[in-house]
């Protein structure tokens, strides 16, 4: 039970917009929208330890190697190793490439203004980041302002900024291509009139154009409202603003109701142009939207997220590198387990799944077929993920994760009664030992189970198998057995392989009826699998394998290994009896 029982005491609900005739809801996104990574600002300020100069320039590095091209890199008011930062990417040679925007960000203080404008001197794009907190809450209790106030203020900063960048009367100030982008600092609590009232006012100080717009960042600061009441908040915006053609706006989702995500796609919906947020979500309290999530959301729509992440375990080590903060295992897309299933059910419709799709492939080998697969909404190959890990086996698995498994270790297909025997082996051992079973142990049971080896009790030391056809097809077979240290040369002529070998190895107490047979070319066709049922009756019976490159050889190790089982068995029969 929560401290309160009516918390309406104490909470109200957050206000929403009125909006006439809305227009998101039956809007679709058909293409990627401008990306602002603000990981080295935003998501470093977070940390508990801020990354140092050389990890921010690996995190840097890996966001221009994946695409972004407008990063934020500092606060270069905020201290002196945040100014050092920028600098040196300025001042190096090589490092920022000449189709990137750096975005620097500054508190509407003049002194910390002209701070941050010295940092970037000498840039070749700069996107210049200016904040003020618009909401009623704020302007009335932090700033203690009227709304004139307030936008009086933002006008003077407009005009400051104007002498000092792109009317300044320093050449090299004027070199470098200036953006400005205003963020209204708690938006999602602001009136959106008012909201609109200050944004005309900086837009015409600032006076953008067509070919270089303003940004104004609507960010949902602390969320407050589900993601539906954002987009009604951003679509009045888009409609209100004047010059909707020189203006590009941007959101900033926040995660605190963990809605990130939603409000941004939503936002998108509503009219915003770009989105800012950080690699897995990074940010203060619950974090920013996550760009990866949101990238590959548009991915498996079939839209292009200009972005690649086509390393994504790549980029999650860096991340975890130097935030420090692990992946959750499920996070969307990055998580280790996000393209894992425990389940039998999962495993059964997954296994189906990539079976007709190798079908699939091999009758249309020109074009990528499309990808519908029960349960995994994209290809993990496309993130540069192995298939073997898709499926997991534990205690609740069935034959499907397990015969997965197998195909993935040997590229063989267990027979459907084999899969079943050795499945109830495998769930055994799982619930003996209360942990997931890897594939080395799938192996090792498998190989314990139903290989020869080459054990001591009975040892192939070789094996010669020649047909010759005549009016009938003859089969002789030579094999050297050694059985406890003495070897044994047998032989046997018969029609068939199977039966001959059978034959040859009576005399070793190997009288038993072959009840079920399967040959196998592994799926690099350089290995043959024989699978040999042996038994007295069906309740008597056990399974042996075979694998080589000769089919003699491979049939001759499957019976030798399903032979010891059934005498072994018969051994303990006896004694159990």
Not at 45 to 53: R, Y
Not at 232 to 238: A, G, R, S, T, V
Not at 298 to 304: A, E, N, P, V
Not at 562 to 568: I, L
Request: net charge negative.
């Amino acid at each position: 039970m929560l401290r309160l029982c009516t918390p309406s005491e104490k909470y109200d609900p957050s206000p929403r917009p009125y909006v006439y005739s809305r227009k998101w809801p039956t809007q679709s996104l058909t293409q990627a929208p401008r990306w602002l990574s603000t990981d080295l600002r935003d998501g470093n300020q977070a940390l508990v330890q801020p990354m140092n100069g050389d990890l921010k320039l690996r995190y840097f590095q890996t966001l221009i190697k994946l695409g972004y091209k407008e990063i934020e890199v500092s606060y270069p008011s905020a201290s002196q190793t945040e100014f050092d930062f920028t600098r040196y990417l300025i001042s190096t040679p090589g490092i920022v490439p000449d189709d990137t925007w750096i975005q620097v960000m500054a508190p509407c203080r003049d002194e910390l203004i002209q701070r941050t404008i010295e940092a970037v001197r000498g840039a070749r794009k700069v996107v210049l980041h200016i904040h003020l907190s618009t909401s009623d809450l704020f302007r009335e209790i932090v700033y203690l302002m009227t709304k004139g106030e307030m936008i009086d203020l933002a006008v003077r900063c407009m005009r400051m900024i104007r002498e000092l960048t792109k009317d300044s009367l320093d050449a090299e100030m004027r070199k470098t291509e200036w953006t400005m982008e205003f963020t209204l600092e708690n938006f999602q609590d602001t009136s959106v009139e008012f909201a609109l009232e200050i944004c005309e006012a900086v837009k015409a100080a600032w006076e953008p154009t067509t070919e270089n717009k303003i940004i104004f960042n609507l960010p949902s600061t602390v969320e407050i409202s589900m993601p539906n009441v954002f987009a009604d908040q951003i679509e009045l915006f888009c409609r209100g603003i004047s010059e909707r053609e020189k203006v590009c706006v941007s959101v900033h989702p926040n995660n605190d109701r963990g809605c990130g995500v939603a409000a941004a796609e939503m936002a998108q919906l509503a009219g915003a142009d770009r989105v800012e947020g950080c690699l897995f979500g990074n940010g203060e309290r619950t974090g920013n939207v996550d760009l990866v999530t949101l990238a590959l959301n548009l991915y498996t729509q079939g839209i292009s997220p200009r972005v690649n992440l086509g390393n994504l375990n790549e980029v999650v080590a860096m991340v975890e590198d130097c935030t420090k903060i692990p992946i959750h295992p499920r996070a969307p897309y990055a998580g280790k387990y996000v393209f894992c299933t425990f389940t039998g059910t999962h495993q059964d419709a997954i296994r189906k799944g990539y079976n007709q799709l190798q079908e699939s492939e091999k009758h249309n080998s020109t074009q990528v077929p499309k990808w519908r697969m029960p349960y995994l909404p994209m290809d993990p190959a496309d993130l540069g993920r192995q298939h073997e890990a898709i499926v997991r086996v534990n205690s609740q698995s069935g034959k499907s994760g397990v015969a997965w498994l197998l195909k993935e270790s040997f590229h063989i297909h267990m027979p459907r009664e084999l899969g079943i025997e050795f499945t109830k082996i495998v769930k055994t051992y799982a619930n003996m030992s209360g942990f997931e079973i890897t594939q080395e142990t799938i192996r090792r049971l498998f190989r314990e189970h139903y290989m020869h080896a080459d054990s001591e009790k009975a040892r192939l030391l070789d094996c010669r198998a020649d047909e010759t056809k005549g009016d009938r097809v003859v089969t002789q077979v030579q094999l050297k057995v050694a059985v406890e240290g003495s070897e044994h040369d047998l032989e046997a002529t018969g029609s068939e392989l199977l039966p001959t070998i059978l034959d040859a190895l009576k005399p070793l107490g190997y009288g038993f009826e072959a009840l079920d047979s399967q040959m196998q070319y592994t799926t690099n066709r350089d290995t043959i699998t024989s699978f040999v049922r042996l038994g007295t009756s069906e309740n008597f019976a056990a399974w042996g394998v075979g694998m080589h490159k000769d089919t003699a050889w491979a049939v001759s190790l499957a019976i030798l290994a399903a032979g010891q089982k059934m005498m072994t068995e018969k051994v303990n029969s006896f004694f159990s009896n």
